[in-house]
């Protein structure tokens, strides 16, 4: 299983756009990276899932270079509400393995006035 | 119209006793996970089910005994609680192995159970 690493904390103002980058050097053929977004005393909820070149959703787009070797969360136009806790998975979504993925630690972005 | 459901959200109990916690879920999925998640916000994997199969253990105290008894409910069982299992316990579920919503084998998480053990 990839083992990745993210920053631990991300301050932003309001209307700012927040990248977060995620390093998985060790990516395997069949992985694909996932990002989950955590808000304060609820469960993680999935916000967007790639596996190369450029996703975007409306809530946010996610970065993935050739190499795959890392990966970038970019979160357009922050708001107060995006306050959150947000985790990169590296894994192969079609194996049993999947579920043995670790969240880790995650990257709490904080978003002020 | 709940996805993923927890019960209780708050547990607080004394060290040595032996608690429950009940999770169910409506959206038909086929695979359950059980989360620890610690004070630092790390986010553990404790269990998986697939249709009531027990297919990921990871290490944990045999004190803790998941049941499955049918694939939209999977229990978490904890005997002889200790100081260290206070935690945010969370449930979720997916669909192994194929497309659900706008991912492949999306996990749909619980609201959480907040045990404290004193």
């Known amino acids: 299983l990839a083992k990745t690493t993210q920053p631990i904390s991300m301050d932003s103002y309001e209307g700012q756009e927040v990248n977060i980058t995620c390093s998985h050097n060790?990516?395997?053929?069949?992985?694909?990276i996932t990002w989950y977004q955590q808000f304060p005393s609820q469960g993680p909820r999935f916000i967007i899932q790639?596996?190369?070149t450029k996703v975007t959703n409306e809530v946010a787009s996610l970065f993935i270079p050739a190499d795959r070797k890392s990966s970038t969360l970019s979160l357009p136009r922050v708001s107060l509400s995006d306050t959150a806790v947000y985790y990169c998975l590296v894994g192969d979504i079609l194996s049993d393995s999947w579920g043995k993925l670790q969240f880790g630690a995650g990257t709490q972005v904080v978003v002020t006035p | 119209d709940t996805a993923v459901s927890q019960t209780p959200k708050y547990l607080v109990t004394q060290m040595g006793n032996d608690k429950s916690i009940k999770c169910e879920q409506n959206?038909?999925?086929?695979?359950m996970y059980w989360y620890k998640q610690d004070s630092k916000k790390f986010l553990k994997i404790m269990f998986s089910y697939n249709n009531k199969e027990l297919i990921i253990n990871e290490t944990v105290p045999n004190r803790f005994s998941p049941k499955s008894p049918d694939k939209a409910h999977l229990n978490l069982h904890i005997n002889s609680l200790e100081l260290g299992d206070s935690a945010v316990y969370f449930c979720a579920s997916s669909q192994v192995g194929g497309p659900d919503r706008s991912s492949y084998n999306e996990q749909f998480f619980g609201p959480g159970t907040r045990l404290t053990v004193l």
């Open positions: 060790n990516i395997a053929t069949n992985d694909y």
């Open positions: 959206l038909g999925h086929d695979t």
């Open positions: 790639g596996y190369k």
